[in-house]
């Protein structure tokens, strides 16, 4: 489904990086459904991303993993659902690039998105639950 959408980065009303609603991306999903444009509005990484967190069965383990990594002289991240095969029992990440894996566990879930965006040196990352309860950090 999030095929249909168009990336838009964050902007100064985002404060260039907050995660939106996930109802907000429903909502733009609706319209493209409907033959309408999509509606104005950030939809970046992070919102790709809680979307899947929120649809997702609860018997895939949805959470939302952050990645951040120095980029020359400034920082920059990226932001998926993270989830469980419930046969195979490995993980796999979706969100704004499709979906990704398998993978054995978090770090080479990690490490697929710092090949992907050609990161520089890793500062760390995050993982929470649908509630946004930080469940892992490093």
């Not at 985002?14 to 609706?30: I, R, T, W, Y």
């Not at 939302?64 to 991240?77: E, P, R």
């Not at 796999?92 to 710092?114: A, Q, T």
Request: negative net charge; hydrophobic residues 40%; contains cysteine.
């Amino acid at each position: 489904m999030l095929d249909q959408l168009t990336w838009r980065a964050d902007g100064v009303k985002e404060l260039f990086d907050a995660v939106g609603s996930p109802m907000f991306v429903q909502h733009c999903l609706n319209h493209v459904e409907l033959d309408e444009e999509q509606p104005v509005g950030a939809l970046d990484c992070d919102d790709f991303s809680i979307w899947c967190v929120n649809v997702l069965n609860k018997k895939y383990k949805p959470r939302f993993l952050t990645v951040s990594w120095f980029h020359g002289w400034s920082t920059a991240g990226h932001a998926v659902c993270l989830y469980e095969d419930i046969v195979d029992k490995k993980n796999y990440h979706m969100g704004n690039w499709g979906i990704r894996g398998p993978f054995e566990d978090l770090e080479e879930s990690i490490n697929d998105i710092m090949t992907l965006t050609d990161a520089g040196e890793r500062i760390g990352f995050s993982l929470y639950s649908k509630g946004f309860r930080l469940l892992d950090a490093g």
